[in-house]
C-alpha cells in the first residue's frame, strides 16, 4: 500500500505545519531569552502570546477533526500529534515563567538545554513539513532519528547538570528551583521525541 494522504483533507497538514511553526518560534524565542538572560515580565507574555496561538491552532484541528468524516489518517494519530505539540510549546513557557518567578540567572547548562530544545524544535518542524509528501518519507525518517538522538543528549545533559547541582549548591531552596526547570527541560525534548514517534507510527500504519 502506497504511502499518501488524501488531498482534499490537507487542512489538517496546513494545520501541522502552523502549529510547528509555533514551536520553532517559541523555541528560538527561549533561546534569546537564556542568551540574554531576559527572563522579566515582558519575555514571559511574549511567550505567553506564543502559546494562546498554539492553544488556539489545536483547539481548531481537535473542532476539524470533530466535524470531518473522511481524515487522512487515523483520528487518534491527528489528535494526539496536536496534543504534543501543543505540550512541547506549554512547557517553554513554563520554564520561561518559572525562571522569572524563581528569579533565576541564565547559566551555561541553560543555553546547553536552549540550543539542543531549538535544534529539536526545527527538526519536529521539517519531519511535520515532510508528512504530505510520500517522496519524502526518507528525508522524513532523518528528521525523526536526529530528534531522539537530541533526546538521548538531553537525557545525559539533564542526569549531568543534576549530578553537579546536587554535589555544588548547598542552598536547598536553590537546589528545588532548578531541579524543577531542568527537569522541565529535558521533557521539552521528550515532548518532541512523542511527535515524531507518532509520525513515524503514521508512517508504519500507512504502508
Not at 489538517?12 to 505545519?17: G, K, N, S, V
Not at 512547557?91 to 530544545?117: H, V
Not at 519536529?124 to 518519507?137: E, T
Amino acid at each position: 500500500m502506497a504511502f499518501s494522504f488524501i488531498p482534499r483533507e490537507i487542512k489538517f497538514f496546513d494545520l501541522f505545519d502552523e502549529q510547528a511553526k509555533k514551536i520553532v518560534q517559541a523555541a528560538q524565542l527561549f533561546l534569546k531569552i537564556v542568551v540574554e538572560n531576559r527572563f522579566n515580565d515582558v519575555t514571559v507574555r511574549e511567550m505567553s502570546d506564543l502559546e494562546h496561538d498554539c492553544d488556539d491552532l489545536t483547539h481548531d484541528i481537535i473542532d476539524k477533526l470533530n466535524r470531518t468524516f473522511i481524515t487522512p489518517f487515523d483520528r487518534e494519530d491527528i489528535h494526539n500529534i496536536a496534543q504534543e505539540m501543543d505540550n512541547v510549546v506549554d512547557l517553554i513557557y513554563s520554564i520561561t515563567k518559572r525562571m522569572n518567578l524563581y528569579n533565576l540567572k541564565s547559566n551555561d547548562d541553560m543555553l546547553q538545554f536552549a540550543r539542543l530544545i531549538e535544534e529539536s524544535a526545527g527538526n519536529v518542524a521539517g519531519a511535520i513539513r515532510c508528512m504530505r509528501h510520500s517522496k519524502m518519507k526518507d528525508e522524513m525518517m532523518k528528521y525523526c532519528i536526529e530528534v531522539n538522538r537530541l533526546e538521548n543528549a538531553g537525557d545525559q545533559l539533564r542526569d549531568f547538570v543534576l549530578a553537579k547541582l546536587f554535589k555544588k549548591t548547598k542552598d536547598p531552596i536553590k537546589v528545588i528551583k532548578w531541579k524543577d526547570v531542568y527537569t522541565d527541560a529535558e521533557t521539552v525534548l521528550d515532548q518532541c521525541e512523542d511527535v515524531v514517534n507518532i509520525i513515524e507510527s503514521v508512517m508504519v500504519k500507512q504502508g
